[in-house]
């Protein structure tokens, strides 16, 4: 079965087989070699100084590295801006709901591109409760598969004082990030979307200074806690040891491949590929190909063909596509190209698409 969901992904052989390696207690200096190279592997992928950044792993899904950085990196005394325009995006602003950290949302179409003049004059504004500390926003807001341009709120960000927190789960590994921006304080994501690894393991990267302010709202996820732990080789529990040997093989595997701006290449190619193809049988793409990533693309469900009857039709010739999610349901369907996926995959894809059509 090939998974065209948005993670997990479709594992390549090396890294289903890094799982069986021998049983490892977690207490055990191997295990803090381990964890070592999965977090010195991860500040590799975008080439980070290990003075500045710090890469801090966690036992969860993508969520949980989002809610670590959020409730951790908005001080007490911090007031949040969510930018919404999807799934995600509302997602985050239920997390500051959650820990009742002071936030307020900008809630776009979730088939625009956020709106950066309300955006602006929502941190231009001092309300009674002072200036927003932070700015939060998904990069690849994987509901439409918009890429949300980060370098114009990134100047927002600095002319403002305001520090950025991107939820990076399914763009960190592929897609650009440029953390040369000042304003931008730390990224959340996992090991099984971009970087091919197993679900169970989260990290959070994150600027070492942003650290030494960071609040502790939450006992399990707390960030500056598992930040300093780590440091010392430790771990306060368990983690998932398998995640991480996943993960490990994954990077590994990533690094001799050529990295990041190869991932982007690779990805890039077969999204376009999707894109043409499915366009020629009449289906369109749902966001125009420049404003999208190329980690997921949705599309249009065409007249007289029910997401349900593609979704089972693909399911039988061993692909798991995914549908869109909350309204979006009903007009749009969505292909990831994330995960050991080959143009004779993709060619494949799209002959049993037309044959449904
Ligand atoms: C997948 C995803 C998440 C987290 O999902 P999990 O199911 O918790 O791994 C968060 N944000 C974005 C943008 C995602 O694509």
New binding site residues.
Partial sequence: MLLLN??PVTLTERVRRSLLQPDLCHRESEFFDLQDEARERLLATYTLDPAIWTAVLLT???????ESMVAALVPDAGRLLIVEN???GE?IAHMCAQYRIAHERVVGSWMQAPDLEVIAARLDATGPEGRFTHLAV??????TGRLNDLKPLGELCRAHGTSLLV?????FGAEALDFSDDSLSAV?A?A??CLHGV?GA?FVIVRRAALAQAASRTYYLDLGRLARLQDQRNTPFTPAVHAYYGLVEALREFAEQGGRLTRYRQYGSLAEQVRAGLAALGIEAAVPPEQSSVV?RAYRLPAGLTYTNLHDGLKAEGFVIYAGQGDLSKTLFRISTMGDLSSADIDRLVKCCAKLR
Avoid: F, I, M
């Fill in positions: 948005p993670g969860g899904s993508g969520t949980a590295a989002v999807g799934v995600y997602r998904v990069h690849h807001e994987t509901t939820d990076g789960v399914s763009s959340a996992t099984n979307k679900p989260a997921l």
